[in-house]
């Protein structure tokens, strides 16, 4: 989390107040064992993307905006996207991992501490993924995070 937030306030003397404001709630929340620690860590990735003007879609297409559900998913476009704008590489990730994906992004902790494992890593996963899109390298501290 201090490395995702020092790539996105790189600008030396510009305050990002809700950036600090993210990462001190993300501590906080890990201090008291409030939820997972993989939940907040995604958590806590996602916000400081759409703090940052990044916010995935994970409900309508990200392109054209047609209302969702929408099946596909792809990192560059800039999360779910419809049949007619799907691009090559897009995936199709479970409508659960969507859904917590979701529900992260959005503080809906009571759904996100009920998804099962196998879609908690399968929405790391993407949200890893859409890190590294727009960040445009890797975190490298990301590799030694347990999933």
């Known amino acids: 989390m201090l490395e995702t937030a020092e790539r996105f306030t790189d600008h030396e003397g510009e305050p990002a107040v809700q950036q600090y404001l993210l990462l001190?709630?993300?501590?906080?929340?890990?201090?008291?064992?409030?939820?997972?620690?993989?939940?907040?860590?995604?958590?806590f990735l996602l916000r400081s993307l759409a703090v940052n003007g990044y916010?995935?879609?994970?409900?309508?297409?990200?392109?054209?905006?047609?209302?969702?559900?929408?099946r596909f998913f792809s990192v560059g476009s800039g999360g779910s996207v419809c049949p007619d704008c799907r691009v090559p590489g897009s995936v199709v990730p479970s409508p659960q991992a969507l859904e917590l994906l979701?529900?992260?992004?959005?503080?809906d902790w009571e759904t996100?501490?009920?998804?099962?494992?196998?879609?908690?890593?399968e929405g790391s996963g993407l949200v890893s993924a859409y890190l590294h899109w727009h960040l445009e390298r890797g975190l490298r501290s990301l590799r030694y995070v347990e999933k």
């Open 102 to 107: 979701a529900a992260l992004l959005t503080g």
């Open 24 to 43: 001190v709630g993300a501590l906080r929340t890990l201090a008291r064992g409030e939820h997972a620690p993989h939940l907040v860590l995604d958590a």
């Open 112 to 121: 996100a501490d009920a998804c099962e494992a196998r879609y908690v890593r």
């Open 55 to 70: 916010a995935p879609s994970f409900t309508d297409c990200a392109r054209c905006g047609m209302p969702g559900p929408n």
